[in-house]
């Protein structure tokens, strides 16, 4: 079983649509959780990033973290073509040195 | 400004061959690192150097070499190129193991 959990997808929503994604993990001490965002033949951005539980907010983006569940979303209110792209899960706990990366799920946004 | 740059964008290359894949981050960052992307988009962490010291060295063949003149630059050298060394190199960067930074990535195929 991997550390993280994400569903390939791929996911297609008309234009407007609310999105979520998620992942799931399995080691408890993850404590820092990111979003990246990867368009085709470019590299990951980030997007969100949040530490321990909670919800954070920017613009359309909205990151929500649930570590009792070991669960972490991303919504995306009124989708956009432009939002179309492959969006990667990415935590760490508070003493490694590397991110351990979800699969990705690839996003297709009908206009 | 391109904050991590990376060369070149694409290498073909015949199986057996030497070559090497370069990295600029112009961010003040103290850490990079090399990821492989495979064709499933699944990123997978090979090195990091911090201050030009390596700390992360994952389970990767020999042929892989990482060098780092300086703070600044982190090159990828590979020997003896193999089918399955076909896939997107990634450069990145951080601030303290915080939020990562990437290039655009190195299309390397193998013929």
């Known amino acids: 079983q991997k550390e993280v959990e994400q569903d390939p997808g791929p996911l297609s929503v008309p234009e407007g649509a609310i999105v979520s994604l998620n992942c799931t993990y399995s080691?408890?001490?993850?404590?820092?959780f990111m979003w990246y965002r990867q368009y085709s033949r470019k590299g990951p951005e980030l997007l969100m990033y949040t530490y321990s539980s909670g919800n954070k907010e920017d613009g359309r983006f909205t990151a929500q973290v649930d570590k009792s569940s070991k669960y972490i979303s991303l919504f995306i209110r009124d989708s956009q073509p432009s939002d179309s792209a492959t969006y990667l899960c990415?935590?760490?706990?508070?003493?490694?040195?590397?991110?351990?990366f979800g699969s990705g799920t690839q996003l297709t946004v009908l206009p | 400004d391109t904050a991590v740059s990376q060369t070149p964008k694409y290498l073909v290359t015949q199986m057996g061959n030497d070559k090497s894949i370069k990295c600029e981050q112009n961010l003040g960052h103290d850490t990079m690192y090399w990821y492989k992307q495979d064709s499933k988009k699944f990123l997978k962490i090979m090195f990091s150097y911090n201050n030009k010291e390596l700390i992360i060295n994952e389970t990767v063949p020999n042929r892989f070499s990482p060098k780092s003149p300086d703070k600044a630059h982190l090159n990828l050298h590979i020997n003896s190129l193999e089918l399955g060394d076909s896939a997107v190199y990634f450069c990145?960067?951080?601030?303290?193991?915080?939020?990562?930074?990437f290039g655009s990535g190195t299309q390397l195929s193998v013929l």
């Open positions: 990145a960067s951080s601030r303290n193991n915080e939020k990562l930074f």
């Open positions: 990415a935590m760490r706990s508070g003493s490694a040195r590397q991110l351990t």
């Open positions: 080691n408890s001490a993850f404590q820092y």
